[in-house]
């Protein structure tokens, strides 16, 4: 029994309202637009075989343009339901316990040890925010070697989560080959609301590509604090620079493996 040019012509329509347009549907599937028109408006009825098309196109079988319009609609939505794309393996990582980070919102002057220049302490800044339920995370680093005709301008963007007691913040350089970066920090401790020590991952910028694994400490600046002297204070120091404070020369200095209380 041939199907009702009416409820065909409805059904279509239906099933073109889930494309970007009747365009976009015709140029990608092959069909001729003022053809498909016909069909829409019920003026004709295509064959079996363009029917066939019509329906593989929209993942669907031949005899569920028979069903009435509120039947194909629900035909439609399990469809749509069916062949969602999974969502991204990482979506719902981030970011954990949103009401612990953020307590750690804001500015922070951050030290590693570097392995692009050996015997040097990269300090950097990197500001926490909350964005649409999750934290971003922005990071700078500014290092000019004048002996070697270097002046380094480098961007991290990423991400936070805080789960199972732990900060966990991962980057992407900004740039045509853009890299990666992981951050381990641990929570601030009772007496202690100023640091934060844990250990950064990546690879090195002057050295290969080689990887490395530093511990890395942050010191809190607050959410409003003197940006052109937070960013003034990125570059690269010697160990002994007096503008390394006490307390991070002391931790990155450390030789034993990083624990937790």
């Known amino acids: 029994m041939p199907i009702d040019t009416t409820v065909l012509a409805l059904n279509l329509r239906q099933a073109c309202a889930t ?67 999974p969502a991204p393996p990482l979506d719902d990582a981030f970011p954990g316990d949103i ?15 570097s392995l692009s220049w050996p015997g040097q302490v990269v300090c950097s800044c990197t500001h926490l925010r909350e964005h649409e339920g999750k934290v971003a995370v922005t990071s700078l680093e500014r290092i000019e070697d004048a002996a070697s005709g270097i002046r380094q301008r480098s961007r991290y963007d990423g ?27 641990l929570p601030l401790e009772i007496h202690q609301r100023l640091y934060l020590r844990g250990l950064t991952m990546g690879i090195s ?10 511990r890395m400490i942050w010191r809190f600046d607050g959410t409003h604090p003197d940006l052109r002297k937070l960013l003034g204070s990125c570059g690269t120091y010697d160990w002994a620079s007096a503008q390394i404070p006490s307390v991070v020369a002391g931790y990155l200095s450390e030789a034993q493996p990083l624990t937790a209380g």
């Open 159 to 185: 991400l936070a989560a805080y789960r199972r007691g732990r900060i966990f913040v991962t980057e992407r350089t900004r740039g045509d080959a853009p890299t990666f970066g992981q951050t381990i920090m």
């Open 19 to 85: 494309m970007p347009s009747v365009s976009h549907f015709c140029r990608t599937h092959g069909f001729n637009r003022q053809q498909f028109n016909r069909y829409i408006s019920g003026q004709s009825r295509p064959s079996p075989y363009n029917l066939a098309r019509i329906a593989h196109a929209f993942e669907l079988d031949p005899v569920d343009f028979e069903r009435g319009p509120e039947e194909f609609r629900a035909v439609m939505a399990r469809r749509r339901v069916a062949t969602a794309a």
């Open 99 to 113: 009401a612990e980070l953020r307590r750690y919102l804001g500015f922070y002057q951050t030290w590693h040890v």
């Open 205 to 214: 910028w002057r050295k290969d590509n080689q990887p490395y694994a530093s």
